[in-house]
Structure formats: C-alpha cells, structure tokens
C-alpha cells in the first residue's frame, strides 16, 4: 500500500486480484491519518481524522460469506 491508500478497498482489491475465497489476516501494522469507527451501542460511524498507528490488525477475508473484507 501507498500512502493515501484506503485500507479496506486495499484489501478488497487484493482479494479479487488474487481470487482469495477465505483467508485471515494474521497480524499487521502500520499507520493511517483517517479511520471510521463504530462504537457499541452506535448506529453511525464516528469519522476520526489524525495519525493513527495501527498496532494489530486481524480479519477474516472472505468472498462469500457474512465476513467479507
């Protein structure tokens, strides 16, 4: 990834480029300047627009079921 890269439409483009039915991402790191949130208990999202280290990060990937990327 490049910075300026969206995080999830990343890794949805790498699943449909390497037609990854079901993986998991097992660990990862990095940094983002804007992330979307949604708390418990919340029906909308929370825009938060700083530097922000991403310290882990794990995913089911999955192309057909409820846990898509």
Request: no cysteine; charged share 30%.
């Amino acid at each position: 990834m490049k910075p300026d890269d969206d995080l999830k439409q990343s890794l949805k483009n790498f699943v449909k480029q390497e037609d990854i039915k079901a993986r998991f991402i097992l660990s990862a790191i990095g940094s983002i300047e804007k992330a979307k949130i949604r708390f418990a208990n919340q029906v909308i999202s929370t825009v938060l627009t700083e530097k922000f280290e991403i310290i882990t990060l794990n995913r089911t990937i999955a192309t057909t079921s409820v846990n898509t990327v």
